[in-house]
């Protein structure tokens, strides 16, 4: 069973940075892309970027390009979400995210997340 454990959230003001962590448990977590999404009140939860398994390559959403960093430590099954000049648009549940499938992509990821981590809160203030 897939597991997925975040850490790393907090209150920032806006400019600041933090970096939210994704313990991962069950499979062999170097065969898989990892993604982060995050979610807001009454709103879905949208993509925010993806890593390919041998941390090669990154894919992000165009409103966090630049400014965040995917990273992946394949001998901890860590994935990290590096968040720099954070801004108050950014405040939301960030959530760790992992596909059921081999063949899933760093593009296809942000439509076929599996399996979830419970969410960290990150809130930015003006």
């Known amino acids: 069973q897939v597991q997925l454990v975040e850490s790393g959230g907090g209150l920032v003001q806006a400019g600041g940075s933090l970096r939210l962590s994704c313990a991962a448990s069950?499979?062999?977590?170097?065969?898989?892309?990892m993604g982060w999404f995050r979610q807001t009140p009454g709103k879905e939860r949208e993509f925010v970027a993806a890593i390919s398994r041998s941390a090669g390559t990154a894919y992000y959403a165009d409103s966090v390009k630049g400014r965040f960093t995917v990273s992946r430590d394949n001998a901890k099954n860590t994935v990290y979400l590096q968040m720099n000049s954070l801004k108050p648009e950014d405040t939301a549940v960030y959530y760790c995210?992992?596909?059921?499938?081999?063949?899933?992509?760093?593009?296809?990821?942000?439509?076929?997340?599996?399996?979830w981590g419970q969410g960290t809160q990150v809130t930015v203030s003006s």
């Open positions: 069950g499979r062999t977590f170097s065969s898989y892309v």
């Open positions: 995210a992992a596909p059921q499938l081999l063949s899933t992509t760093i593009t296809t990821m942000r439509g076929q997340p599996k399996y």
